[in-house]
Each structure stands twice: as C-alpha cells, then as structure tokens.
C-alpha cells in the first residue's frame, strides 16, 4: 500500500531531507585524494548528529556505517573503511537520515580530483536521467512514468540501468511501498497522487546492467567491473508539481 503524506507530515519529512543535503555537502566539500572511506563516514556520523538527526543506515539490517561509499566499480551498498581514494577515481555517496520519526534519503557521485571524460559523462547522464525522473513527479502520471524516462536517458547514452535494485517509496519507514525500477513502460503502474513521497535513485553502469554482491554481503558490483554512477533525491508529489526534500 501506498502512504499518501499530509502537508504536516511533508514538512517533517523536508527537515530530515536538509539534514541530508547538508551533509552531502560537507562530503563534497572533503572529496580529494588521499581521504579514506572511513574518514567520511567519521565525518558524517558527527555531522548528522549536530543537526539532530540519526543515521538511517547505521544498524540497519546489521549495516555497519553510517553511509554508504560505492568507489569505481561498486554500485551501491559500499561499506566505509581502510580504502584510500586516489586521483580519477569516482565515488558514491549515499546519505539517509531520521529525524522525529520520519526519514530522508540521497545519493551523488563525485569526481576525485581530475578524471577521465568518459566517467564524468557518465555522472553527467546519471545526474540528468535524476532530474528527468523528478520533472515526471506529478499527479495523474503513472509510476513507470519516472521508471522509463531513467531508462531513456540512460540506454540513449549507451549505458545500462541496473535491474536488481530500486527506488523506493519513503515515509515513516526508511523503505516503503512502491518500489521504483530504473526500467519500464511509460504509462504503466500505480496513478502517482499528491502526498505519495518517493526515493527515486538511478543506478546507471558505463556496461552491463547486472551486479554481483561482494563477500561482505553489502558492495553490490558492477558484474564487468565497469564503472557506475548513483544518484537519488527524496522527492514529493505535490498539487503544485515535485518538490524535492533532499535539498537545502
């Protein structure tokens, strides 16, 4: 079933999406070689914490970390630690907070230092295939709606959307009803409606589409070792068009 938000409800969820945003930012702004995964998840967990929020992640299903990194090749799910990043690299950052009882969610990928055309086409098209998935955030649309039109940008660029993991609806729970595939039919699905509140992330890989889980039981891989791209924002569907609460 899917839970229809009231205004109220909404804007507790937009304090939590800030205390995300916020976050993410401070990330980017520590991005360089040489910082280890581990650094920015210390780094995280203080910053969440002075803004009054919890991690979402941390514990979560035995998560141990209170984000996610996903460097390179890695898709999602990536577990902070030891790992230097080095200059070329690109990494995924995925932040998820609640704060009294309600939750916000959301995800970039970042260059680190100078890197090559190829992956920063690559983030480029992830971040574009997002934002075309939020302008689809509106009543009287269809689900898929958003589903294909990530597929689209992904598939004309000549990447891959993953399959195995969706988007997600978000409230009072960190993962909701409906799920949201990177894939599908415009047209299709459950009617979006005003008050429904929707992770969108796409997963976008530079070859093929399917993934593998490493033996920690958390990375999830590109199957080709290829690179990949996420990104996510935590939006509502709203009367007045999408309104993102993972933003400042």
Excluded at 19 to 30: D, G, K, N, P, T
Excluded at 152 to 167: D, L, T
């Amino acid at each position: 079933m899917i839970v229809c938000k009231s205004t109220a409800e909404l804007d507790q969820m937009r304090l939590a999406g800030k205390i995300v945003a916020s976050v993410l930012e401070v990330l980017e702004s520590r991005i360089s070689p040489g910082i280890t995964t581990k650094k920015l998840d210390e780094i995280a967990s203080k910053e969440i914490y002075a803004r009054g929020g919890r991690s979402a992640f941390l514990g979560y299903r035995g998560y141990p970390a209170s984000i996610c990194t996903s460097v390179n090749e890695e898709v999602v799910h990536g577990v902070p630690g030891n790992r230097v990043l080095e200059e070329g690299d690109i990494i995924s950052i995925d932040v998820g907070v609640e704060k009294d009882g309600y939750y916000g969610d959301a995800a970039i990928t970042l260059p680190v230092g100078n890197i090559g055309r190829q992956a920063q086409e690559l983030i480029d098209i992830s971040k574009q295939a997002l934002n075309m998935a939020i302008k689809q955030c509106k009543p009287a649309n269809r689900l898929y709606d958003i589903s294909a039109s990530i597929q689209n940008i992904a598939e004309k660029a000549g990447y891959n959307v993953v399959r195995e993991f969706v988007g997600h609806g978000i409230g009072q729970q960190m993962h909701e009803d409906p799920q949201i595939p990177n894939f599908g039919m415009p047209g299709t699905g459950p009617l979006l409606k005003q008050g429904m509140v929707l992770a969108l992330e796409p997963m976008v890989n530079m070859g093929v589409s399917e993934v593998v889980i490493g033996k920690d039981n958390w990375t999830v891989t590109t199957f080709d070792k290829k690179l990949s791209a996420h990104f996510e924002h935590t939006v509502a569907i709203t009367n007045d068009g999408p309104q993102i609460l993972t933003q400042l």
